[in-house]
């Protein structure tokens, strides 16, 4: 009898459990529960709602048992670089704040004032950005000083979500990557930084290693669910699932697509060279100590605010017709401004952006969405030159994963615009990456490369060639 395994992946918007199970030689996906998910103003702050995530997760759960399934194993991904912190009994003493709350704002010039910005990168290989956890803890030690002396645990947001599960307290590798205080080449916490940022090096926890088992659920748990479980650690950090389905990585550039996009390359080491500094390229902890090379782009977020703003009118496949009917229409912005990470209207950012930089001004819904359109695979052109000059060779292919791999006209502009062959698929890549970590921890896959075969024989990828006149 084949064994079921339980993935939890928890987007910027949605959040789903996806039960998996391998069948001769396939991997077969069917999605048990599907929630959203939100930021919410608390406490003066922008957060996500943790106690109702962790609610839709046992709600899945109960679900799964409803129907006389009972998965051998579940994990947990979510988004990186947000945390928690909790007390001398365990409690929460924060929110979970989330990267778009703007109390890092300027943090990062000031912690550039302690360290010398190469020797950061040189040291932790991570990417500059605002939000990183570096600067959001930061913030906190100058804006709630005695918020910092009373933690005694950090945990990330999926550790949280795992330690609810179990009580078992760690910082899975991946994620904690991303914090920008983890040394890329002894792949522990950098006690320098650490201690030079005034931090309690004791908050941090052990890490621990996708496909390590963290215990099985809480005793009160197991009563109210019906059934026990393992919890095994995926790559905890979304992105690094999702690269563990890329089919084939040879020759190849992935684009990992959704809220945001990720792109980039696998690779065996860090690359922390001035070049890849200066092009603000990050270096995350994959399954293995493999390393994503990338950046992050800032994706279909700016499209899910769009339909936001027209109030929901349109799909997001309206909106990708709709921008069918403007084939001139070029107008572009740099989807990397920080106007753009959390504006109190998304359409007007990009009219003004538009307006200053002397552009057209788009006004029709299909002309906004053809101009995030446009701006995404132009930004995803610059990406690939700069990863192409990085590693001084060309590459023949674009795999795009993730939701946004259903997008064929963003995908045929990308190959058009980059004139490479792009490949899109799977959809549920972070599902998928996160449920082949399960599978190797019980043994019933062998490692990575035959778990991408399988993926391979699983799942449809489409093909999309540009247009070679142009």
């Known amino acids: 009898m084949e ?18 199970n391998l069948k001769e030689g396939k991997l077969n996906l069917e999605e048990i529960h599907r929630f959203e998910n939100c930021i919410i103003e608390k406490n003066g702050h922008f957060c996500w709602d943790i106690d109702a995530l962790f609610n839709e997760i046992k709600v899945g759960i ?49 912690v550039a004032e302690l360290f010398l910005k190469e020797r950061l990168y040189l040291e932790t290989g991570i990417q500059f950005q ?21 933690a005694k645990t950090f945990l990330m947001i999926p550790d949280y979500l795992h330690y609810l599960l179990t009580g078992k307290k760690a910082n899975e590798y991946t ?38 088992t963290l215990g099985n659920l809480r005793e009160e748990l197991v009563k109210e669910l019906g059934f026990d479980m393992e919890v095994i650690l995926p790559a905890t950090h979304d992105t690094g699932s999702a690269v563990l389905s890329v089919p084939e990585l040879e020759d190849t550039i ?18 922390c060279v001035t070049k890849a500094l200066d092009y603000n390229f990050t270096n995350e902890g994959g399954m293995d100590y493999q390393f994503r090379f990338l950046k992050n782009i800032m994706g279909l977020w700016m499209l899910q605010e769009v339909r936001r703003n027209y109030n ?62 446009h701006s995404l695979a132009n930004s995803y052109k610059k990406a690939v030159s700069e990863i192409e000059d990085i590693f001084e060779k060309e590459f023949s292919k674009i795999n795009v994963i993730g939701g946004g791999s259903q997008n064929e006209l963003l995908n045929q502009l990308i190959s058009d615009i980059t004139k490479k062959e792009v490949y899109a698929g799977p959809v549920e890549a ?26 391979k024989q699983s799942f449809e990828v489409k093909k999309y060639v540009y247009n070679s006149s142009d």
């Open 130 to 150: 605002k939000f990183n956890t570096i600067y959001q803890l930061y913030a906190l030690k100058k804006q709630n000083p005695e918020v910092l002396k009373k």
């Open 312 to 373: 929901n009118k349109y799909s997001f496949a309206q909106l990708a017709d709709l921008s069918r009917d403007f084939p001139q229409f070029m107008s572009t912005v740099n989807v990397d401004d920080q106007r753009f990470l959390k504006p109190d209207n998304m359409i007007e950012e990009i009219q003004k952006y538009c307006l200053e930089t002397n552009q057209i001004i788009p006004k029709h819904p299909g002309e906004i969405a053809k101009c995030v359109f």
């Open 254 to 271: 992935y684009i990992s697509s959704g809220t945001w996009s990720l792109i980039g390359v696998e690779n065996h080491f860090p690359i």
């Open 175 to 212: 994620n904690a990557t991303s914090t920008q205080l983890i040394n890329a080449f002894t792949k522990k916490w950098d006690k320098d930084i650490i201690c030079k940022l005034g931090l309690n090096m004791e908050i941090f926890q052990e890490i621990k290693m996708p496909k390590q």
């Open 430 to 455: 972070t599902a998928i990456g996160n449920l082949v970590a399960q599978f190797i921890a019980l043994d019933e896959i062998e490692d990575i490369k035959s778990a991408r075969n399988i993926i």
């Open 3 to 20: 064994k079921n395994c339980l993935a939890v992946d928890i987007g910027a918007s949605s959040g789903r459990l996806i039960l998996g």
């Open 62 to 110: 109960k679900k799964c048992y409803n129907r006389g399934i009972e998965p051998v194993s579940i994990g947990i991904d979510t988004w990186a670089v947000d945390f928690v912190l909790l007390d001398e009994n365990d409690l929460l003493l924060t929110d979970a704040v989330a990267y778009r709350d703007p109390r890092t704002d300027g943090i990062m010039e000031e």
